[in-house]
């Protein structure tokens, strides 16, 4: 799966928030950091030197850091080691959950048309040519619109959201 079809992953908060308390802020990172990965990787990820060395850099770890406190997440079985890889059985478990779903709609996309025994033309819906058929307006890359309307206010829509958080 390239990573284009996968923006997103299951995260369940509650689970996550009940799974972290009692683990310091430098391990809550690291666990995340490794989470990730595995989920962008689609499985286990390297669990060796290099890979550490490479982990530890994009954290801006030491090393030695970095292995003590990935020891520290081994010991509370938040990530597991097994055959040179680093996994975690809640990641493994929505991996494999995200394929069947986009498995299941690739299959009904490769329907012809139909869908649940229904062809799409009985639900009143019609293609369109073009945008200006559907009366809606282009909105730009950034999602502002065009440039006259990329002022809140009369301020830069940049500044107005910093001004905000």
């Not at 995260?11 to 690291?30: K, P, Q």
């Not at 030491?62 to 097994?82: E, G, N, P, W």
């Not at 709609?105 to 025994?117: D, E, I, M, P, T």
Request: aromatic residues 8%; contains cysteine; glycine residues 10%.
């Amino acid at each position: 799966m390239s990573k284009k079809n996968k923006p997103w992953v299951a995260w369940y908060y509650r689970d996550f928030l009940d799974g972290v308390i009692g683990m310091d802020a430098c391990e809550i990172g690291v666990y995340v950091f490794l989470l990730n990965t595995i989920y962008d990787h689609d499985a286990p990820i390297p669990a060796n030197d290099r890979a550490f060395l490479i982990y530890a850099h994009k954290l801006k770890m030491r090393i030695d850091h970095f292995k003590r406190v990935l020891q520290s997440l081994i010991d509370l079985h938040k990530i597991t080691v097994a055959d040179g890889v680093l996994s975690n059985s809640r990641a493994d478990f929505e991996i494999g959950e995200r394929s069947r779903r986009v498995e299941k709609l690739a299959k009904n996309l490769r329907g012809s048309g139909v869908k649940n025994g229904r062809d799409l033309s009985e639900t009143g819906l019609k293609p369109v040519s073009s945008l200006s058929e559907t009366g809606l307006k282009p909105v730009s890359k950034n999602g502002v619109g065009d440039k006259n309307n990329s002022k809140i206010n009369g301020g830069d829509v940049r500044s107005e959201i910093l001004a905000i958080g």
